[in-house]
């Protein structure tokens, strides 16, 4: 395994198909009373085939539903926001990940937001890149590239609430102090934005990346981290991370 990431055309594309798919979600649920393929593809800026096919496997996987030819946001949309993952599900993501951190020499982490709470769902090592300490982190928003990427699509009274519960303490010399620092996303179109990063903020001689992730009401994060020795590969990763996702992920994100 090398410490670069592999340009290949041939590689599947681990992160596209997903993008495609939750900004379909995403323009769905501003559509209460249902919307049109061509409706949702001109609002996404997808061909209509594209649409249709990912259209097909949302309904099939019941994240959205369709109605007399519109689609409206399925019962699993609100399962997701629940954050109620089945095992199965569990070890897809769990595979997937693995696949991931594999492939960019990285730890990988899946982060949701629910009930008020920063949850790291599933994480995975990779050889020279430990997984970083797990037991503050979910009062570490915005210490961590995931949970700055979580405040960041927050409303601000959300945002307010969150660090009204978890200050904002340093956990190194290096954490971000003032809430007026912390970056912003619009909810439509969020991976169209830089993806966020922190270094040595959380954990010393510790770097990390994030893409956001939005479906429906629910936000979360696909993050990466290293050792701040490899810091210089980060930019590289998480331009990758943002611009590649793909089916096999959407399935995992979409069907768990």
Same mark, same amino acid.
């Given at each position: 395994?090398?410490? #670069? ?44 085939? #594209? ?35 089945? #095992? ?10 693995? $696949?991931?951190?594999? !492939? ?12 008020? !709470? ?6 995975? !090592? ?27 699509? $927050?409303?601000? !009274? ?69 050792? $701040? ?5 980060? #930019? ?21």
């Amino acid at each position: 395994m090398t410490g #670069t990431v592999a340009a290949d055309s041939t590689a599947p594309t681990l992160i596209a198909s997903a993008q495609r798919a939750l900004r379909l979600l995403e323009a769905a649920a501003h559509y209460p009373k249902g919307a049109t393929a061509k409706q949702l593809a001109r609002d996404t800026d997808l061909a209509l085939g #594209t649409a249709y096919h990912l259209l097909r496997t949302l309904v099939h996987d019941h994240y959205l539903e369709r109605h007399n030819g519109l689609y409206v946001t399925g019962p699993a949309v609100a399962g997701l926001t629940r954050y109620d993952v089945p #095992t199965a599900g569990r070890a897809r993501l769990k595979a997937l990940l693995g $696949m991931l951190a594999d !492939e960019l020499s990285a730890a990988v982490y899946f982060t949701w937001y629910r009930h008020g !709470e920063m949850e790291m769902v599933e994480a995975v !090592e990779a050889p020279g890149a430990p997984l970083v300490d797990r037991d503050r982190y979910r009062a570490a928003a915005h210490a961590t590239s995931s949970g700055k990427t979580l405040l960041a699509l $927050m409303t601000a !009274e959300e945002r307010r609430d969150h660090l009204a519960r978890y200050p904002m303490v340093p956990f190194t010399p290096y954490t971000l102090r003032d809430p007026s620092h912390l970056p912003l996303l619009p909810r439509q179109g969020p991976r169209r934005a830089v993806p966020i990063t922190q270094f040595q903020e959380y954990q010393l001689g510790t770097a990390g990346a994030s893409v956001p992730i939005v479906a429906g009401n629910g936000i979360g994060a696909i993050s990466v981290s290293l050792p $701040m020795a490899q810091a210089h590969r980060l #930019t590289g990763i998480a331009a990758q991370l943002r611009t590649r996702l793909g089916d096999d992920f959407a399935a995992v994100v979409f069907g768990i």
